[in-house]
């Protein structure tokens, strides 16, 4: 459980939220809102001008170990491995420093390490990697350890898709565990398959704080429905859409999904001619960091 109330001099302001226990968070928004810094609070490396932070009921100032073992945090920009050294000199080192059983350590380090394909790396030195490559040994130094909340800043930079697919479903297996796990990424197609609830943030300031279906309703409404046909033209004079257009038998519809939902688009053809396929397409999440920008600086 997360509960934050914090403020940071023109970083962030008037922050004032909670993230239970085994959520999914996913922090969006423009360069330069605030979402690194967000992550570095909660993992105690920042401290706030005015106001309080308490993970998993603690304040993560104290830098006790309880708190230390509970939290896993991964940055972007922080260099995590000594160039020097190889992949396995550094994952030696995790259970000694957190006091962690060396065959249980083990045990989770192979999971990893298979899961996300940088076993047989182990050996060698960082300057070897590729970036993909360091990226994933880089996850998993924080998956192999079991933690109540882990704190990760752009996770799939340098990521194939095989990469990615590994990552989305170790979060998920976390997340079954029990964990909480808050991510920063600039990739919403990242956020999207993982996330239950979203963080916006403009300027330093939260514009929205919810699930991705109340996001879209509230920032992005609109919708296009592409449907193919067979028969006679369906009549959409009675459906509230904004445009539509046609192509022999294809309509491709745009409609604003507060005001007419899909299933009542679909329900209405049917009702006047077969359908042979229909694709329902919802407007990227990157368009509602635009518009909550514009939304907050009107007002």
Do not use: W
Request: aromatic fraction near 8%; hydrophobic fraction near 35%; include cysteine.
């Amino acid at each position: 459980m997360v509960i934050c109330n914090s403020v940071i001099k023109f970083v962030l302001k008037n922050i004032d939220l909670h993230i239970p226990k085994g959520k999914v968070v996913g922090v969006i928004g423009a360069s330069s809102s605030g979402k690194t810094t967000f992550l570095k609070l909660l993992a105690g490396l920042l401290q706030p001008e005015s106001g309080e932070i308490y993970v998993n009921r603690c304040n993560p100032l104290g830098k006790n170990i309880a708190t230390l073992r509970e939290t896993a945090a991964l940055f972007a920009k922080v260099p995590v491995f000594d160039e020097k050294e190889n992949i396995r000199d550094y994952f030696n080192k995790i259970p000694i420093v957190y006091g962690l059983k060396k065959s249980d350590f083990d045990d989770r380090l192979r999971s990893v390490s298979e899961a996300l394909d940088f076993e047989k790396y182990m050996d060698l030195k960082v300057t070897d990697l590729s970036f993909g490559m360091r990226r994933r040994a880089e996850l998993g130094t924080i998956f192999c350890r079991d933690a109540k909340l882990y704190l990760i800043d752009e996770p799939c930079l340098g990521l194939d898709q095989n990469g990615k697919e590994a990552f989305y479903e170790i979060v998920r297996k976390c997340q079954r565990e029990g964990s909480t796990v808050i991510i920063a990424s600039h990739n919403m197609e990242d956020i999207k398959n993982v996330a239950d609830r979203i963080i916006l943030l403009n300027e330093g300031q939260v514009v929205f704080y919810g699930d991705i279906e109340e996001l879209h309703k509230r920032f992005i409404p609109m919708d296009e429905c592409f449907v193919q046909y067979e028969g006679r033209l369906p009549d959409l004079s009675d459906l509230e859409i904004e445009q539509y257009r046609i192509d022999n038998d294809k309509i491709q519809i745009r409609y604003n999904s507060n005001h007419v939902t899909s299933k009542e688009v679909i329900e209405h053809i049917l009702s006047c001619t077969k359908i042979k396929s229909v694709h329902i397409k919802q407007e990227d999440l990157s368009e509602s960091i635009k518009t909550a920008k514009a939304i907050s600086e009107n007002g």
